[in-house]
């Protein structure tokens, strides 16, 4: 039978059996991407969404969703993360379902409220804490039944909404319970269930009755702007699509293993770095040549196409404009430039060094770029009104600092660099997107299994390998402060780019405030 649905689900499909359905295709909790890349190679006419991957791993982003319901794909939301979805896009479309659904329509709800910490696909993604809407939906049901009355279950649900998802523990609830019960272990074990996998079964029986077809009765009001947002977002979301199956919900851990590399091996990381710069450029070079062509941002969509890509010929009919490309465009006067931002960028950043004879060919590669990028980006205005006033307060500040130690400055240079670092920052290299991509070209580089093992045996070492959610607890805060602070200065050594204002808040190696204890588990004894 044809496959008409998927599902991305996880903690939420624990114990249900979906062979029944065979119209359905089933998938692990859906992240940002996922939705987008169905719509590219699948012919689908039901989305189901009920898990997300989230925290370390961006969750699924709305515009994918509204591709969907822009081609009249039905989608649904329930249980967890496509609940709160599915209320945030319910006038557009998205089809909400479940008593969770109906909750968090109805009140103001933070995502935590459904959030779980689970376990990998090779344990069926069984969930390890409770979420606050089954912790509520539970409490609801047993007082209804007289198990407990409607004090106590008020308390279990005020307690259960002001606890951390990270520590909202069956265990934990079960303490609780206990200050007001004697058989709270009992209770607790004979009637508990989750309400959003109840909401999932629910939906998906009540779908095998109904006939899947194309949602061509829609009514919409709304198109989706066809911004350079969402043309970048989506060629970012497209490179990442190797880094996909067991890897992906190991968010934390690939932090981590960052932040090994970093430290132990940086020279690897540095021609990671130089790497995704020059990929962030060119990016944004294809885009521009587009601008001038019929079909505006079409062939930025083309460099990152696949083979029957739906969703682009849906969109454009598969008609690409021809673009010219860096290599096409050498002359002796871009020559002279690159060499003057190869300059410049050193003086800026006295910092860094290239740690390799690989790094200084990436190098080179991207000052090309930045060169490029800056006649494909200049027009007949004001070179400066396309800098951002902070951009422009920091050119002027690295010019002005130049000056004062008696150094030429090359400000056309200067800008050509600044056009780049601000759109390099606008890619937010340093959060889940670099991150995922930096551990994508990891992955595939000749050394990938060493550094694997070297990074393995230092885990268990130091730290004994604990989660970081509860390592967390037993840190000293200040000391690691002043760590990250050391780590992060040290970051000038590795990328070309002037850092003006390091501070421990910008959290430039993804030191997330909540998940800072991480960091702890590479540093080396004292």
């Given at each position: 039978?044809?496959?008409?649905?998927?599902?991305?689900?996880?903690?939420?499909?624990?114990?249900?059996?979906?062979?029944?359905?065979?119209?359905?295709?089933?998938?692990?909790?859906?992240?940002?991407?996922?939705?987008?890349?169905?719509?590219?190679?699948?012919?689908?006419?039901?989305?189901?969404?009920?898990?997300?991957?989230?925290?370390?791993?961006?969750?699924?982003?709305?515009?994918?969703?509204?591709?969907?319901?822009?081609?009249?794909?039905?989608?649904?939301?329930?249980?967890?993360?496509?609940?709160?979805?599915?209320?945030?896009?319910?006038?557009?479309?998205?089809k909400?379902?479940?008593?969770?659904?109906?909750?968090?329509?109805?009140?103001?709800?933070?995502?935590?409220?459904?959030?779980?910490?689970?376990?990998?696909?090779?344990?069926?993604?069984?969930?390890?804490?409770?979420?606050?809407?089954?912790v509520?939906?539970?409490?609801?049901?047993?007082?209804?039944?007289?198990?407990?009355?409607?004090?106590?279950s008020?308390e279990?649900?005020?307690?259960?909404?002001?606890?951390?998802f990270?520590?909202?523990?069956?265990?934990?609830?079960?303490?609780?319970?206990?200050?007001?019960?004697?058989?709270?272990n009992?209770i607790?074990?004979?009637?508990?269930?989750?309400?959003?996998?109840?909401?999932?079964?629910?939906?998906?029986?009540?779908?095998d009755?109904?006939?899947?077809?194309?949602?061509?009765?829609?009514?919409?009001?709304?198109?989706?702007?066809?911004?350079?947002?969402?043309y970048r977002?989506?060629?970012?979301?497209?490179?990442l699509?190797?880094?996909?199956?067991?890897?992906?919900?190991?968010?934390?851990?690939?932090?981590?293993?960052l932040?090994f590399?970093?430290?132990?091996?940086?020279?690897e990381?540095?021609?990671?770095?130089?790497?995704?710069?020059?990929?962030?450029?060119?990016?944004?070079?294809?885009?521009?040549?587009?601008?001038?062509?019929n079909?505006?941002?079409?062939?930025?969509?083309?460099?990152?196409?696949?083979?029957?890509?739906?969703?682009?010929?849906?969109?454009?009919?598969?008609?690409?404009?021809?673009?010219?490309?860096?290599?096409?465009?050498?002359?002796?006067?871009?020559?002279?430039?690159?060499?003057?931002?190869?300059?410049?960028?050193?003086?800026?950043?006295?910092?860094?060094r290239?740690?390799?004879?690989?790094?200084?060919?990436y190098?080179?590669?991207?000052?090309?770029?930045?060169?490029?990028?800056?006649?494909?980006?200049?027009?007949?205005?004001?070179?400066?009104?396309?800098?951002?006033?902070?951009?422009?307060?920091?050119?002027?500040k690295?010019?002005?600092?130049?000056?004062m130690?008696?150094?030429d400055?090359?400000?056309?240079?200067?800008?050509?660099?600044?056009?780049?670092?601000?759109?390099?920052?606008?890619?937010?290299?340093?959060?889940?997107?670099?991150?995922?991509?930096?551990?994508?070209?990891?992955?595939?580089?000749?050394?990938f299994?060493?550094l694997?093992?070297?990074?393995?045996?230092?885990?268990?070492?130091?730290?004994?390998g604990?989660?970081?959610a509860?390592?967390?607890?037993?840190?000293?805060?200040?000391?690691?402060?002043e760590?990250i602070?050391?780590?992060?200065?040290?970051?000038?050594?590795v990328q070309?780019?002037p850092v003006?204002?390091?501070?421990?808040?910008?959290?430039?190696?993804?030191?997330?405030?909540?998940?800072?204890?991480?960091?702890?588990?590479?540093?080396?004894?004292?």
């Amino acid at each position: 039978m044809e496959k008409t649905a998927i599902l991305f689900a996880g903690p939420s499909l624990h114990g249900v059996d979906t062979s029944k359905y065979p119209w359905l295709d089933v998938c692990g909790p859906a992240c940002q991407s996922d939705i987008y890349s169905v719509l590219n190679h699948k012919h689908y006419t039901r989305i189901i969404l009920a898990d997300g991957l989230y925290k370390s791993i961006p969750a699924p982003w709305h515009k994918e969703i509204l591709l969907a319901l822009e081609m009249n794909i039905e989608v649904y939301g329930v249980a967890s993360l496509g609940a709160l979805r599915a209320a945030e896009l319910n006038e557009y479309g998205m089809k909400g379902s479940g008593k969770v659904y109906e909750y968090i329509s109805s009140n103001i709800v933070d995502d935590s409220e459904v959030a779980v910490m689970h376990k990998p696909q090779k344990n069926q993604w069984e969930a390890m804490t409770l979420a606050h809407v089954e912790v509520k939906y539970w409490s609801e049901k047993i007082e209804e039944e007289g198990r407990i009355g409607k004090n106590i279950s008020r308390e279990i649900i005020k307690w259960s909404k002001n606890k951390h998802f990270e520590r909202r523990t069956k265990k934990a609830l079960i303490s609780e319970l206990e200050l007001g019960l004697q058989d709270a272990n009992k209770i607790v074990r004979d009637t508990w269930f989750s309400q959003k996998q109840l909401d999932l079964a629910n939906l998906i029986d009540s779908l095998d009755k109904i006939a899947s077809e194309k949602n061509s009765n829609l009514e919409k009001n709304w198109t989706i702007a066809k911004t350079p947002y969402i043309y970048r977002q989506i060629s970012k979301d497209t490179s990442l699509l190797p880094f996909q199956g067991e890897d992906r919900d190991y968010g934390d851990t690939i932090t981590n293993f960052l932040i090994f590399i970093f430290l132990e091996h940086t020279d690897e990381l540095q021609k990671i770095l130089l790497k995704i710069y020059s990929e962030y450029i060119e990016l944004e070079i294809v885009r521009l040549q587009s601008q001038g062509t019929n079909e505006d941002y079409v062939d930025f969509f083309k460099s990152y196409k696949f083979e029957d890509c739906f969703l682009l010929n849906d969109l454009f009919e598969n008609t690409w404009p021809k673009v010219e490309t860096i290599e096409n465009l050498k002359s002796e006067e871009q020559d002279t430039i690159t060499n003057s931002i190869n300059q410049e960028l050193k003086k800026m950043n006295k910092d860094f060094r290239l740690m390799s004879k690989e790094a200084m060919r990436y190098f080179d590669h991207l000052c090309k770029l930045i060169t490029f990028h800056r006649e494909v980006r200049f027009t007949n205005t004001d070179m400066n009104e396309l800098l951002s006033p902070n951009t422009i307060r920091e050119l002027n500040k690295t010019v002005l600092n130049s000056l004062m130690e008696g150094e030429d400055v090359d400000v056309e240079a200067r800008h050509a660099i600044y056009y780049a670092k601000q759109l390099i920052d606008s890619c937010s290299i340093y959060t889940h997107h670099g991150r995922l991509r930096m551990y994508t070209l990891l992955k595939e580089s000749h050394s990938f299994k060493i550094l694997i093992r070297e990074w393995e045996k230092n885990l268990k070492t130091l730290a004994n390998g604990k989660p970081h959610a509860f390592y967390n607890e037993e840190i000293d805060h200040s000391k690691l402060g002043e760590k990250i602070r050391e780590l992060n200065l040290k970051i000038r050594e590795v990328q070309p780019f002037p850092v003006e204002s390091i501070t421990e808040s910008h959290a430039l190696l993804f030191l997330e405030p909540d998940s800072i204890a991480r960091i702890e588990y590479s540093l080396s004894e004292e």
